[in-house]
């Protein structure tokens, strides 16, 4: 029961988090009172998502600890800490290994002129930030980096959803 409640619970978070990163992607196809009523829509889907997991969130110790890391991403869209909702999927996911190679593919793109030096800023922190929330050792210079570096709204996120490091 409580593996096929995770596994639901995975899927409704990446699902709705997929749909945002694909409005994204298709800014540009939308008007823009389109783009702003689906994205508002998507954002009342994750909230209510979100009020389902605090409710779902008593009992097993293990599936709570798994439902508040999926709270934690479902607070962090509706805050828009992330700019980044590929990022976001990927913390809800709990993939540290796929945010890594992001990393190294976001600084490899910076290095290459792909990405502007700003965005590769957002996209860094962003991946640190997701990384120290799920535990993961981070180097020295990338908590630096982090503190030097960390949104109002990341700093926020970490605050309410509870420092894990």
């Known amino acids: 029961m409580a593996d096929a ?54 009992g097993d110790v293990t599936l709570t600890n798994e439902l508040e890391t999926i709270k934690s991403a479902t607070l962090a869209a509706i805050s828009a800490a992330f700019k980044t909702p590929e990022i976001l999927k990927l913390f809800a996911l709990k993939q540290p290994e796929a945010l890594r190679e992001r990393l190294r ?37 990338e908590l630096t980096f982090l503190r030097e570096h960390m949104t109002a709204g990341l700093a926020e996120f970490v605050a309410v959803a509870g420092d894990n490091s």
């Not at 994205?39 to 605090?54: G, N, P």
């Not at 990405?115 to 050792?137: C, F, H, N, W, Y």
Request: glycine share 2%; with cysteine; proline share 1%.
């Open 5 to 58: 409640l995770r596994a639901n619970a995975r899927d409704q978070i990446a699902r709705l988090l997929t749909q945002l990163a694909d409005l994204e992607d298709a800014r540009e196809e939308f008007d823009d009172d389109e783009y702003e009523e689906t994205k508002a829509e998507t954002l009342a889907q994750l909230d209510s998502f979100k009020t389902s997991l605090a409710r779902m969130t008593t």
């Open 105 to 141: 593919a976001c600084e490899r793109d910076v290095l290459l002129g792909k990405m502007s030096d700003a965005k590769g800023k957002i996209e860094r922190v962003e991946i640190l930030t997701a990384l120290k929330k799920l535990q993961a050792p981070l180097e020295e210079s």
